[in-house]
């Protein structure tokens, strides 16, 4: 599985940016395609997973309410859409893959097999 994070830049608080990370070499509705963020000094952390298909969505509570994913099939892609956001947003920005994951472990990035390369989002006060 290789996937393509692209979308990120330079955005006003308050403002908006769409990622999309692009998957080749398996479908997006058998497997479950997170995002992470890693802002510097800090460890890796959970953002969002579209788990297996979009079955079901999940969320940190720090973007609960601002940042939705989603997927698109035909492109085999799947998007977080970021509105409302705030200067602690700042961060690379890493989607991941797996097909194995269960439940409890949709959050840990360490069960990930498969990343993409980073987005830089950097959010202006």
């Known amino acids: 599985v290789q996937l393509q994070a692209s979308g990120g830049g330079l955005v006003q608080a308050g403002g908006s940016l769409r990622l999309s990370c692009a998957a080749s070499?398996?479908?997006?509705?058998?497997?479950?395609i997170a995002w992470f963020r890693q802002a510097p000094g800090k460890e890796r952390e959970f953002v969002a997973a579209?788990?297996?298909?979009?079955?079901?969505?999940y969320y940190a509570d720090s973007v609960k309410g601002r940042f939705t994913i989603s997927g698109d099939s035909a492109k085999n892609t799947v998007y977080l859409l970021m509105n409302s956001l705030r200067p602690e947003d700042t961060a690379v920005y890493y989607c991941?893959?797996?097909?194995?994951?269960?439940?409890?472990?949709?959050?840990?990035?360490?069960?990930?097999?498969?990343w993409g390369q980073g987005t830089q989002v950097t959010v202006s006060s």
């Open positions: 991941a893959a797996d097909s194995s994951i269960i439940l409890s472990s949709v959050r840990m990035f360490q069960s990930y097999d498969y």
């Open positions: 070499g398996r479908t997006i509705s058998r497997q479950t």
């Open positions: 579209f788990w297996r298909g979009g079955s079901n969505t």
